[in-house]
């Protein structure tokens, strides 16, 4: 039976990250090349897009590609590039048919000019879809994004557009890649690995970090359901006493 039936779906975590990894260590395993793991990974991705919209999660945000990922040999990150393409062709279909809004966060910039081409296109084509807001983060780094924001508001500061003292959350907010990301509720990491590797250090300030061992490629919508249950089953205190919760 499936774990859905255990989900108590009023109290689905609103925003979903999810760290993808083991794609290369999938493929090891089997003898095969690192890329047939990341063609493998992007069937998860699938699986777990159509999940997320399925059960009504409202923001999916996941890490696909990090800033440090540029220093991967030059045919795997070529390779990665050609199959966000391809993805992004086919799967266009998908997001219209389930009502998915794409978004990227990152340094669109340094992708190459027809990755950024294909998701500008993808975006403006389901830029009024309200099921589900997935974001991919691209060629994205969280310290490059906060230097970014870092500029931006000082700049301004330097110009009297604003003053110091009127420097709070929402101001950091609204210079981000995204301003309409709200807070992680639920991070996920697959592969066994525990770190954060320089994702949305911002907005997981309180959110429930979730690590399976599952390597990417063979995480399934029954491992997604999985995480949301032991997600249900913490308390999130926000720094208050258990008592006052109640
Ligand atoms: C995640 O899988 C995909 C990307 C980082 C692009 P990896 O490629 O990191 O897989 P492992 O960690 O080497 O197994
Ligand atoms: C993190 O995975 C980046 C993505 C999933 C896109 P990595 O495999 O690059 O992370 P590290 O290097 O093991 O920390
Ligand atoms: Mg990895």
Aim: contains cysteine.
């Amino acid at each position: 039976m499936s774990l859905l039936s255990e989900i108590n779906i009023d109290q689905l975590p609103n925003h979903i990250a999810i760290i993808m990894d083991g794609n290369g260590r999938w493929a090891k395993s089997k003898g095969l090349l690192r890329n047939i793991g990341h063609q493998n990974g992007a069937k998860t991705v699938k699986e777990v897009v159509e999940t997320c919209a399925k059960i009504n999660v409202k923001y999916l945000t996941l890490y696909a590609f990090s800033t440090e990922n540029w220093n991967r040999p030059k045919l795997e990150v070529e390779l990665l590039m050609k199959l966000l393409i391809s993805s992004l062709k086919k799967e266009v279909e998908t997001l219209q048919k389930n009502n998915i809004k794409l978004s990227t966060i990152g340094n669109l910039n340094s992708l190459p000019t027809i990755v950024a081409k294909e998701l500008k296109d993808v975006i403006e084509k389901t830029k009024d879809n309200n099921r589900l807001t997935l974001t991919l983060a691209l060629s994205y780094g969280s310290r490059e994004e906060l230097i970014k924001t870092i500029k931006e508001i000082s700049l301004k500061v330097k110009n009297n557009l604003i003053s110091p003292e009127n420097i709070d959350k929402s101001v950091i907010n609204n210079h981000l890649y995204d301003h309409y990301l709200p807070d992680v509720d639920l991070l996920i990491r697959t592969s066994g690995e525990q770190r954060i590797s320089n994702f949305l250090l911002w907005e997981i300030a309180y959110a429930e970090l979730f690590f399976s061992d599952i390597l990417w490629p063979d995480f399934n919508k029954e491992n997604l359901f999985e995480a949301i249950l032991n997600y249900q089953n913490r308390e999130r205190r926000f720094g208050k006493t258990s008592d006052q919760l109640k």
